[in-house]
């Protein structure tokens, strides 16, 4: 059956940008991409731990999202995090000192890559189990209904993720209670290792909210004015009482799932097709350098960013591990 | 000749219906045989008849969790109750009765058969400020949640540093009904109380439920709060000040004595204190530590009663491996092993799924029987 229920048509960029809004996005991706390279480079050096999930080549997605929401929208994401942490206004400082598990980490070093948060930011982590943040993010919609406070919650999932019972649980109950709640869907193709055509049965994930009567648009992720617009239409649509709604982004990661990852399960060319052709940030400056910006004017900006990481990794190199005594707090909230 | 039985007074304010009959017309009964299964169907008390300070009335554990839950609701207007069958139906154990009448179906929310997705929700909604009372209708489905449970809700303060907050309460019936079978009839205590981050209370009395419930939904962390469906029906005298709350973290000594200190909870407390009657008989004196609280365990108390008897039972329903009775006995060990004069002793349910035949099941249940041999056992008479 062919789907029928579309709330939004986008067509890419057709609201058009200002120079000074494009220059806007070209910062803001430029800020993620510099972040990521700079955490892969101190990963190989043995000062980041663990798992550490690169958003390099995702970065049109949550900064076109990001940029059609209001103050007091609530967001929701996976381990793959940094780029929303960043997205939401943290300080690259506290996102990298957390990376390195340093004193000065937006978790004070408790909770590592996959775990900062900054309520006062409404944004909500962060959550490390796939499709967990699913329900929270539905909760979060729930709250602000709650309160009627005319908010809306965005909840990213990954195309791994959209395979978990509880998000068509979640589809149903925000449905069900017509939630105002966003559900973005990264889909870079990969979850893990394995691609989407041999994860899910349909592979256009925009429809997973068909049986549930909740619509779903499907989006060129790479291209942050598409983003932004279907993210404007969007969230318009959950803010007006409709209930929830779908935002399928094809996009695509560059690097492995995380840094352990080879990545041997797609072609060298695939990756450097999607580089060379669809690269978010290309994109935007190649908008900037047609509408008269001028080449020097944005590699100064690179410039400016990579100044940014550069004092951010130094700020968590330099920030000391946390004092033992932190061992045993934040167990509890002493009432 | 026939006469009349008139129908008890189930609560002064409250009319009650009956539930089931329990003999039907000619078959014989004998005094004190039950007659009928009967519950209160009462209208909650309208502020303009809120009791005052001091006083108390008899009412079942299910009224006073209800009591519990329509005080706190009043109180502060971001608690409200999700799951199954909470609204329309009253609850499925009708522990939620009157709730949707009084508060309405923003705050009384029934949910769809999902409970990985309503716990995650709730925690959602705890996470953003607002206080949930998630109610499972047993603690056997709350498998399908408990990732959300101890990975969203027991987690997030501590992997945030501090800047995320989880209150909510996670509540329902726990632990061993009747002739429900295996996949019904589990205690969750010793799963739940092993995580940082959780509460776990899991109390006996009429005004223990009512208190810390209350005190549960006031803690600004995820709580899990274990109750029994075997228990409901019974009776207490429970406080009506709406401000009568049970500290988290307090075990009660609902029997002193001087041979031996048995330690259970939830419905095994009844279970202790009528082997302590038997017990009696036979010249041993047993205390009897009613725990209410599981983490934190209140292990001063304990420690207080085994330098007191140097003895020590513990009992639960649910399995021995790295059961309750398991902990308390390391703890007590680490803590007092020089006042102990006999090895503890623990009664658990049976280390086997539960089964449904009515002997088998009898068995797999620790008894009265059960706890006097093993209370003898260890005092060595």
Not at chain 1, 159 to 169: P, Y
Not at chain 1, 265 to 279: F, K, Q
Not at chain 2, 143 to 159: C, E, G, L, P, R
Not at chain 2, 342 to 369: F, H, M, S, T, W
Request: aromatic residues 6%; proline residues 5%; negative net charge.
């Amino acid at each position: 059956m062919a789907p029928r229920e579309k709330a939004v048509r986008v067509e890419a960029g057709a609201l058009g940008a200002k120079s000074e809004e494009l220059l806007r996005y070209l910062r803001e991706m430029l800020l993620i991409r510099r972040f990521e390279e700079r955490a892969g480079q101190l990963y190989g050096r043995g000062l980041i731990g663990g798992y550490c999930h690169l958003y390099i080549g995702q970065e049109a997605v949550v900064v076109g999202m990001q940029s059609a929401l209001r103050d007091g929208d609530s967001v929701i994401t996976s381990y793959r995090d940094h780029g929303h942490v960043l997205a939401c206004g943290i300080d690259p400082k506290e996102v990298m000192a957390e990376l390195c598990g340093r004193r000065g980490g937006a978790s004070h070093g408790k909770g590592g890559s996959m775990h900062m948060f900054s309520p006062e930011r409404n944004f909500y982590g962060g959550h490390g189990i796939v499709g967990a943040q699913v329900p929270i993010g539905t909760g979060l919609a729930f709250a602000h209904r709650y309160r009627e406070d005319g908010r809306i919650a965005v909840t990213y999932l990954g195309d791994g993720a959209i395979n978990q019972g509880q998000v068509a649980e979640s589809f149903n109950m925000a449905a069900l209670w017509k939630l105002p709640v966003v559900y973005v869907i990264e889909n870079n193709r990969y979850g893990m290792g394995t691609s989407v055509d041999r994860a899910s049965a349909r592979t256009d994930l925009y429809h997973r909210g068909m049986a549930h009567g909740i619509p779903g648009e499907q989006i060129d992720g790479m291209d942050v004015l598409a983003v932004r617009d279907s993210g404007l239409l969007a969230a318009k649509h959950a803010r007006s009482g409709e209930g929830p709604i779908i935002l399928e982004m094809v996009t695509y990661r560059y690097r492995g799932h995380s840094m352990s990852d080879p990545a041997k399960y797609r072609t060298r060319e695939e990756v450097d097709r999607m580089r060379s052709e669809h690269d978010p940030i290309d994109q935007v400056r190649r908008r900037l350098l047609e509408s008269g910006a001028r080449e020097a004017e944005l590699d100064a900006l690179d410039k400016e960013i990579r100044g940014l990481i550069a004092e951010a990794a130094g700020f968590a190199q330099d920030s000391p591990e946390p004092d033992p005594e932190e061992l045993f707090t934040d167990v509890f909230v002493e009432a | 000749m026939a006469s009349e039985v008139l129908m008890p007074a189930l609560s002064p304010t409250s009319e009650g219906k009956i539930a089931r009959w329990m003999k039907n017309e000619g078959e014989s009964a004998r005094a004190g045989n039950a007659l009928a299964d009967a519950e209160a169907q009462e209208a909650l008390a309208s502020p303009a008849e809120r009791p005052q300070a001091g006083e108390s009335r008899m009412m079942t554990v299910r009224e006073a969790l209800r009591d519990a839950m329509a005080e706190e609701m009043r109180r502060d207007p971001t608690v409200f109750l999700l799951g199954e069958e909470v609204g329309e139906y009253q609850g499925a154990y009708k522990v939620s009765q009157g709730l949707l009448q009084e508060f309405g179906e923003g705050r009384v929310v029934d949910t769809p058969i999902t409970e990985q997705g309503f716990a995650g929700l709730g925690v959602g909604a705890a996470f953003a400020g607002l206080k949930p009372i998630v109610e499972f209708m047993t603690f056997n489905f709350a498998m399908q949640a408990i990732d959300q449970i101890v990975n969203s809700a027991a987690k997030t303060h501590y992997m945030s540093g501090g800047r995320m907050r989880c209150p909510i309460v996670f509540r329902g019936p726990n632990g061993i009904a009747a002739r429900v079978a295996a996949q019904h009839s589990q205690c969750y205590a010793s799963w739940y109380a092993h995580c940082p981050g959780l509460a776990v209370l899991a109390p006996y009395t009429g005004a223990d439920h009512k208190g810390l419930l209350k005190s549960a939904i006031r803690d600004p962390n995820p709580v899990i709060f274990l109750e029994h469906e075997l228990v409901y029906g019974e009776s207490f005298s429970v406080p009506l000040d709406p401000e009568f709350l049970v500290p988290i973290g307090k075990a009660r000594i609902a029997r002193e004595g001087k041979d031996v200190t048995i330690a259970a909870f939830s419905r095994m407390v009844k279970l202790a204190v009528e082997a302590a009657e038997d017990l009696e008989k036979a010249g041993i004196s047993a205390e009897i530590i009613d725990l209410r609280s599981l983490r934190p365990l209140d292990l001063e108390t304990i420690s207080a009663s085994v330098k007191k008897t140097s003895r020590l039972l513990s009992v639960e329903e649910g399995w021995p491996f790295a059961g309750i009775g398991a902990e308390i006995a390391a703890s007590v060990m680490e803590a007092c092993f020089d006042w102990l004069d006999a090895p503890v002793k623990r009664v658990c349910g049976k280390d086997i799924p539960l089964p449904y035949a009515a002997n088998l099941e009898r068995l797999a249940v620790p008894q009265v029987e059960d706890i006097v041999k093993a209370a003898r056992e260890v005092a060595y008479r």
